[in-house]
């Protein structure tokens, strides 16, 4: 049985080390991070984690869009684990949006992102996976490849003018900010 884990918070230094790569999918070690990262995940409203979010310095993400309240238009996809992820950008476009992170609670901000790209990892069954990520899964991608590279979106933000606390983005969202 897996236990969920606790989130790592801003300031653990997990979250600011190059994750190692995964040799063997197929170890032990490997299948309990992934089910911990899946349980914990589960527990809350995020679309995506990191193994280095429950304190696991490995290349491995999951993907999980679906809407929530903190993302009510997110497009549903099936949970999905990506070891050793990478990518590479289609298209110099970026665009900025809203993202928030289950390690940063209470905060969000306005983060540029590429729009298109074409993502590559391995699978828990160790085949090679090559597919094309457009608009919110894209970004779901690029801010979980962060963590594994020992950065958080607000490394990313082009302006503390762009960092809003979750009340006033829910108040943004709504029309009711003054």
């Given at each position: 049985m897996t236990m969920m884990r606790e989130i790592a918070q801003l300031g653990a230094k997990v979250l600011r080390q190059k994750a190692e790569a995964v040799v063997d999918v197929h170890d032990i070690e490997i299948r309990e991070i992934i089910e911990a990262m899946q349980s914990t995940l589960a527990t809350t409203s995020?679309?995506?984690?990191?193994a280095p979010q429950i304190s696991e310095s490995k290349q491995i993400i999951i993907i999980a869009s679906r809407p929530t309240p903190r993302y009510p238009s997110a497009p549903l996809m099936e949970p999905t684990v990506m070891i050793n992820p990478c990518f590479q950008i289609l298209s110099e476009t970026q665009e900025k949006g809203w993202e928030g992170c289950l390690s940063i609670p209470g905060i969000r901000a306005l983060v540029p992102r590429y729009q298109e790209i074409m993502v590559h990892y391995t699978d828990q069954q160790g085949d090679l996976v090559e597919l094309k990520l457009s608009g919110f899964v894209a970004r779901?991608?690029?801010?979980?490849?962060?963590?594994?590279?020992?950065?958080?979106?607000?490394?990313?933000?082009?302006?503390?003018?762009?960092?809003?606390?979750?009340s006033e983005f829910v108040k943004l969202i709504d029309g009711t900010q003054a």
């Open positions: 995020g679309v995506g984690i990191a779901i991608f690029q801010h979980e490849v962060d963590h594994l590279e020992g950065k958080t979106y607000l490394d990313r933000v082009e302006s503390n003018l762009d960092i809003f606390a979750e």
